[in-house]
Each structure stands twice: as C-alpha cells, then as structure tokens.
C-alpha cells in the first residue's frame, strides 16, 4: 500500500477526499509526530520579531537560517486583540516542521507573556488543518547521525503543546480538515477546538510502528472517556466532526462555511483582558447544537442522535472489549466477536493485527499509566519513550515498508505480542538521561 493508497484508506467516503488526495505531498506519508525538514522559514510578525522577549535564541540553536529570510509557512494575522495564526503548507496538508514548531512556541509565547492580545485562533490553509508531520524525514535525519538535533525539535514540540494546554490566553483551533497526530497536539490541548464537517481526525502511528505521542496519551484518557481513547490509539480510528465534539476531543461544532465570520466575530469583538468564557459565547453564536451521548450506558444513541460514525454507533461495544485489562484479552474478544458476525470488531482486530506489537503494548502502557497523570506527567513520559523508539526497529520498518519500498509488509521485530514481555515494556519507560523540563511562568494550570 502506497501513500496514495493509505490516505484514500483513511479518507474513504469522507467528502473531503478528492482534494486530500490532491494534496498529499510526494516526500512520503504525513502522520504522527512532525517534519524534521527544514524548507524555507516561516513568517514572524513584527510584534514578535521585535520583542526581547522572543525565545529562539534559546532553543535549537538559534533561528534557523531559512527563518530569517521570512518564508510564508505560519501566517501571523492581527485582528484587534485577537492573534489569527495559518498553518501554510497546504500543499503538504500542514505537516508542521522545525521552523514551523519554533515560530508558533515564540509567538505562543511572547503573547503570553504580555498584555495585548486577548485570544489566539490558529487554523490551517486548504483542505488540512495539521496532517502531522513527515516521519520519513524524521528517521531519516535520526539515521545520518543528527540525534541531539532530533531530540532538540521533539523537546520545543512537547513543550508546545504544555504550552497550549496551560496558557491563560484563549486558544481556539479551527479542525476544519485532516487533523492527525502532531496536528492533534497543536489543538487538542486548547481551549476551544471547532469541528467541521470536514473535519477528519486519527492517531494511527501504532501502524508505523511509533506510538501516540505530543500528549496524546493525557487527551485520550482525560478528554475522551478512557476505553474510546484506547481504541483510537490502538486501531487508528478515523473520526469526524459530529462524533469528534460527542467523544469530547472537539468542543464544538461549526459548519464550515460559518468560519469565516466566527473569525470576524472573534476579532472585530472589544473587551479588556482575556476571558475564556466570552470567547466560548462568541463561539457558542455560530455553534450547532450537539446531543450529548452516553457512550457506554446501557443503550446507543436514540432517535434523532448522531448515529452514522461508528464510534458512536458501536459505543457499548468499544467500551465493553477496551476496558479489558491486557492486550491479549481484547483481541480474543474482537475475535471472539467477528466470528459472531460483528463487522466493526472484525475491521478492529484487523488494524491490530496489522499494527506494531511493540507499538501496540507501549501504547496500551502508556494509556493506562497516563490515565491518573497530568499533561506535564504524560508528556515526560512520552519523551522518555521516544528515545526508546528512535534507537529501536519498528519505527525505521515502518516508514521502510510504507514509504520507502512501500510493499506494505512490515516485518516487526518482535513479530507477536507474545514476544513483547514486561522486561521490554519497563525498558521503554526507564530513565534515559534526558529529561524534559518545562519553563515556567504563570499558568492556568
């Protein structure tokens, strides 16, 4: 299964289809964790440019050169108190890189820190919000020898996404698109994230032999009910706008073509200082209402619920089979089930089987360890099994079988589940000597 292949595998009958596909860009598979490449800079407003307080030069070694010439790739736009950052690589639906990761966690910043801006939208140009980032690159990069610069791009990446989650600005994503992995941490983590009907949201890095990183594994147990995020993670679940705000991973749902003036809305309003809830009553003018679904009480969605994505539509069955307590016992149970005629069960152990063991049992760790911890927490521990990865096999075979040779047959190493035992699992969550550390400053946390 080559590129093309993948997307149109996730993107099937989504409307958005024709223009992904479109726009996939020829470097390799966008998803998961984001670019190391360094393409031409990105673009810094005066406000930041010109700040004291701007942090490049303490991070990654200064401002990339490409940087400083002032590329396009993030749009910085003032609108009264409200800050309209673009995500400008439509052609490569987003993915963020290195430059793009820095411009943001300055800007981010340096807006933090001061008194002038009110708000922050950031949202993405053409038919992706943020499609994650080019892991060809990554293990490319990692490969020739670059891992202090790999790390060093990871580091300013997590922090972020803390950075997102624990602003006092307001911070609203508009997931008006393709919304995956890296994508996922620069939105998810925010105040308010707007679902479109075009919208379209995954975390399939267990089948690239990686794991849910950029503090995912804190949203899915936190912000969504606990079993839902362990299926996403596991199984790559594609989920769409509607579905996205009842899971609880968007906040609202706004039809596509009202955007345009909820920006207006948000920019053109006055007030003093930064408050949260005007910006959710602004938000709340353009917003469809939603019903709210039990998923996981003793009966599905009723009439008049959302009904046609299947999260929604197999909610009992997924909490059921994904609250089990090992690996092991979940897939005896979709099988279990798909020999009784149930297609979604069969479909999901279909996407583990074809998955990363390693990639499914550090995920699945990592899930349940991040249950009962913070955002800080979880991320320290995802960094902690980053390095793992990036000095093991199954990430490299991944990205070898789906965007190299592209035969789309992994070989993973360990090749079972079974292989994969408790010694090799406490080595992914041990102490590498390389902490993150966050910066600190006021915090909404």
Not at 128 to 154: H, L, N, P
Not at 226 to 233: C, L, S
Not at 251 to 276: C, M, N, Q
Not at 342 to 354: F, G, T
Request: charged share 25%.
């Amino acid at each position: 299964m080559n590129t093309l292949q993948l997307a149109r595998h996730w993107a099937r009958n989504a409307r958005i289809e024709h223009a992904l596909l479109q726009r996939l860009p020829a470097a390799g598979l966008v998803t998961g964790s984001s670019l190391l490449k360094y393409p031409q800079a990105r673009c810094l407003s005066q406000e930041t440019q010109g700040s004291s307080k701007f942090p490049y030069k303490h991070m990654v070694g200064g401002i990339p050169d490409a940087m400083k010439v002032g590329d396009q790739s993030v749009l910085v736009r003032d609108r009264g108190g409200f800050r309209m950052v673009t995500l400008n690589r439509p052609r490569a639906l987003n993915a963020l890189n290195e430059p793009m990761i820095l411009s943001m966690y300055g800007h981010f910043k340096t807006w933090e820190e001061g008194d002038l801006v009110t708000g922050i939208l950031l949202k993405g140009e053409g038919k992706a919000f943020c499609a994650g980032g080019d892991v060809k690159a990554v293990t490319e990069k990692y490969k020739q020898g670059f891992r202090e610069e790999v790390f060093s791009f990871f580091r300013t990446e997590y922090r972020l996404n803390h950075l997102i989650a624990t602003m006092r600005t307001p911070f609203v994503a508009l997931l008006d698109g393709v919304t995956m992995g890296g994508g996922a941490g620069v939105s998810v983590h925010g105040d308010f994230r707007i679902a479109t009907e075009k919208t379209l949201f995954a975390m399939p890095e267990c089948a690239l032999g990686l794991f849910t990183d950029v503090g995912a594994t804190h949203f899915l147990t936190h912000k969504a009910r606990y079993e839902i995020g362990v299926y996403m993670a596991l199984c790559g679940a594609r989920v769409r706008g509607r579905e996205l705000v009842q899971i609880g991973l968007a906040t609202h749902f706004v039809p596509s073509f009202k955007l345009e003036e909820l920006e207006s809305r948000l920019g053109d309003a006055r007030w003093g200082g930064r408050d949260v809830e005007v910006v959710r009553a602004m938000i709340e003018e353009f917003a469809d209402p939603h019903e709210k679904v039990d998923l996981g009480g003793e009966s599905g969605p009723g009439a008049g619920e959302m009904s046609v994505d299947p999260i929604v539509t197999h909610a009992n069955e997924i909490v059921e089979v994904f609250a089990l307590e090992t690996l092991e016992e979940i897939c005896e149970e979709l099988g279990r089930r798909s020999e009784a005629g149930s297609a979604w069960a069969r479909e999901a152990l279909k996407s583990i089987q074809k998955a990363s063991p390693t990639s499914l049992r550090i995920t699945h760790e990592a899930l349940k360890r991040a249950r009962h911890s913070t955002l800080e927490d979880a991320l320290k521990m995802e960094f902690l099994i980053l390095h793992a990865f990036m000095d093991g096999h199954d990430f490299y075979e991944g990205v070898r079988a789906i965007l190299v040779d592209k035969d789309n047959k992994p070989k993973w190493s360990p090749a079972t589940l079974a292989e994969v035992g408790d010694d090799v699992v406490e080595d992914y969550f041990s102490d590498k000597g390389d902490d993150l550390v966050f910066e600190s400053g006021r915090s909404k946390l």
